[in-house]
């Protein structure tokens, strides 16, 4: 069944998010931010972890440098905030965090390599294995994520379904057409942005790493017209 690696990866973030947000709530505020630091150091790790597999790094510093530019061009950040203040409205909800627990639960479920590899996998082959998988590592990583941020983390599921269903169906039609070599790189970008988020979850300096997306875009031509 197409798309049910993605559909199964919304269920446990929905589970876990809940749970997390149960816990946010009876929890004193000084294990929410010792969480949330844990929660930036493990970001960090895998960031740098992700990163390193470049096998050319002008790759990854052209695309960052381009594709940050023309996200900060369109402010990508400002219009992810409006949708996300928009759904907070709707729901009513007062959490303060919502914003940020939406933001940063959707690049910390979508930046990964598992993400990419496994809409790929699904779309050309129909196996979900590896989003079921990457599906399960969310779920519990959600509940950190919603302990400390509270109920927006449930919410990044909607950017998530776009992203990762979008991938999804994008190989499905197009074909196995992505080799090993794009994916390392637009994996390795994805990981340094996530060393952005990182430093932005450990509250050293903020990042709008939203308007760096478009350079895993530039990551793919890049990779695909070098390597």
Same mark, same amino acid.
């Given at each position: 069944m197409l798309l049910l690696g993605t559909l199964v990866n919304i269920a446990t973030v929905i589970a876990g998010s809940l749970l997390g947000f149960f816990f946010h709530s009876k929890l004193p505020h000084r294990i929410v931010k010792i969480i949330f630091q844990a929660i930036g150091l493990f970001t960090l790790y895998i960031g740098?972890?992700?990163?390193?597999?470049?096998?050319?790094?002008?790759?990854?510093?052209?695309?960052?440098?381009?594709?940050?530019?023309?996200?900060?061009?369109?402010?990508?950040?400002?219009?992810?905030?409006?949708?996300?203040?928009?759904?907070?409205?709707?729901?009513?909800?007062?959490?303060?965090?919502?914003?940020?627990?939406?933001?940063?639960?959707?690049?910390?479920?979508?930046?990964?390599?598992?993400?990419?590899?496994?809409?790929?996998?699904?779309?050309?082959?129909?196996?979900?294995?590896?989003?079921?998988?990457?599906?399960?590592?969310?779920?519990?990583?959600?509940?950190?994520?919603?302990?400390?941020l509270g109920i927006g983390v449930a919410f990044s599921i909607l950017p998530l379904l776009i992203f990762q269903g979008g991938l999804?169906?994008? $190989?499905?039609?197009?074909?196995?057409?992505?080799?090993?070599?794009?994916?390392?790189?637009? $994996?390795?970008?994805?990981?340094?942005?996530?060393?952005?988020?990182a430093i932005s979850i450990l509250e050293i300096r903020k990042i709008k790493v939203i308007n760096m997306i478009p350079a895993l875009v530039f990551a793919i031509i890049l990779a695909y017209v070098f390597l």
């Amino acid at each position: 069944m197409l798309l049910l690696g993605t559909l199964v990866n919304i269920a446990t973030v929905i589970a876990g998010s809940l749970l997390g947000f149960f816990f946010h709530s009876k929890l004193p505020h000084r294990i929410v931010k010792i969480i949330f630091q844990a929660i930036g150091l493990f970001t960090l790790y895998i960031g740098i972890t992700m990163a390193m597999k470049t096998n050319q790094i002008l790759i990854m510093i052209f695309s960052m440098v381009i594709g940050s530019a023309i996200g900060e061009l369109i402010d990508i950040d400002k219009y992810i905030h409006k949708f996300s203040n928009w759904v907070k409205r709707k729901i009513k909800s007062e959490n303060e965090t919502f914003s940020e627990g939406m933001i940063s639960a959707f690049l910390l479920f979508c930046m990964g390599s598992m993400t990419i590899l496994g809409a790929f996998e699904e779309g050309t082959q129909g196996k979900s294995d590896l989003l079921i998988a990457k599906s399960v590592m969310d779920g519990f990583s959600s509940v950190a994520l919603a302990s400390a941020l509270g109920i927006g983390v449930a919410f990044s599921i909607l950017p998530l379904l776009i992203f990762q269903g979008g991938l999804t169906l994008l $190989s499905f039609w197009l074909g196995n057409l992505m080799p090993d070599t794009v994916v390392n790189e637009m $994996s390795a970008v994805g990981g340094l942005m996530l060393v952005g988020l990182a430093i932005s979850i450990l509250e050293i300096r903020k990042i709008k790493v939203i308007n760096m997306i478009p350079a895993l875009v530039f990551a793919i031509i890049l990779a695909y017209v070098f390597l």
